[in-house]
């Protein structure tokens, strides 16, 4: 998956047909249409070299 940021707006782009359906999997659970908008807040820390994923919880 490649992500782009630019200032405070971040492009994600899937490489993949797997990476396409996590997405739209994603995209369906934090951007909902008929109730309000969720937010990813992050969990912990990512330091690269130490720690090897990003953790996020969904929260409205």
Avoid: H, Y
Wanted: negative net charge; proline residues 5%; hydrophobic residues 40%.
């Amino acid at each position: 998956m490649k992500i782009a940021i630019d200032k405070n707006v971040v492009e994600i782009t899937p490489e993949s047909s797997q990476e396409t359906e996590q997405l739209d999997s994603l995209w369906k659970v934090v951007v909902d249409c008929m109730a309000s908008n969720k937010k990813l807040v992050p969990i912990g820390e990512f330091v690269p070299g130490k720690t090897e994923l990003a953790r996020f919880a969904i929260e409205e």
